[in-house]
T-cell receptor, first 119, second 112 residues
Framework: SAVISQKPSRDICQRGTSLTIQCQVDSQVTMMFWYRQQPGQSLTLIATANQGSEATYESGFVIDKFPISRPNLTFSTLTVSNMSPEDSSIYLC????????????????FGPGTRLTVT | AQSVTQPDIHITVSEGASLELRCNYSYGATPYLFWYVQSPGQGLQLLLKYFSGDTLVQGIKGFEAEFKRSQSSFNLRKPSVHWSDAAEYFCAVSSGTYKYIFGTGTRLKVLA
């Protein structure tokens, strides 16, 4: 399994500002994912970040609002731009385990999350 | 379209009692099924997974789950709950791609 860290662990931000969340993995991984967990809700996939290519966004999420960087195989950032109170959520990154030919690659390992509160 | 239903939003059990958390899925083929646990302030930890083979799978922390194709269910069980099991539990399904569909979660409370 992979060990994933996220920074910051929590933050309180003012509306209209932006916050960049960092995700660091202890091993090289091809696919990294960013999820949002709104208060009392389940997890929703925001985008998939592959190293060397543009992130792929899910329906309802756009690059201008959630720009993502993936400069190497162990690191990614998610920026929440022009924040509003509706962006208050836990943001989690995850990675896919194993290889494309390994059934265990369907597992995902999650970071501890970043709890964002927008006032 | 795939979907996952966790019918119980909250469950309360006494310490030492048995536990069963329900999960039903909707998917045309045999899905890949997962149970994750999220403790307060923590990320998600994988408890167990089902890909194929034996329909009763064992996981960490004494949890097990049984895949029942006829009922489209993947219920999580533990014979004796510990106070440290209080957390939120998520069932997830994947079609074999990287995309997960998560259930809405079941929050477990354990009474001393």
């Amino acid at each position: 399994s992979a060990v994933i860290s996220q920074k910051p662990s929590r933050d309180i931000c003012q509306r209209g500002t932006s916050l960049t969340i960092q995700c660091q993995v202890d091993s090289q991984v091809t696919m990294m994912f960013w999820y949002r967990q709104q208060p009392g809700q389940s997890l929703t996939l925001i985008a998939t970040a592959n190293q060397g290519s543009e992130a792929t966004y899910e329906s309802g999420f756009v690059i201008d609002k959630f720009p993502i960087s993936r400069p190497n195989l162990t690191f990614s950032t998610l920026t929440v731009s022009n924040m509003s109170p509706e962006d208050s959520s836990i943001y989690l990154c995850s990675v896919r385990g194993g290889s494309s030919t390994d059934p265990n690659s369907y597992e995902q390992y999650f970071g501890p999350g970043t709890r964002l509160t927008v006032t | 379209a795939q979907s996952v239903t966790q019918p119980d939003i909250h469950i309360t059990v006494s310490e030492g009692a048995s536990l069963e958390l329900r999960c039903n899925y909707s998917y045309g083929a045999t899905p890949y099924l997962f149970w994750y646990v999220q403790s307060p302030g923590q990320g998600l930890q994988l408890l167990l997974k089902y890909f194929s083979g034996d329909t009763l799978v064992q996981g960490i922390k004494g949890f097990e789950a049984e895949f029942k194709r006829s009922q489209s269910s993947f219920n999580l069980r533990k014979p004796s709950v510990h106070w440290s099991d209080a957390a939120e539990y998520f069932c997830a399904v994947s079609s074999g791609t990287y995309k997960y569909i998560f259930g809405t979660g079941t929050r477990l409370k354990v009474l001393a």
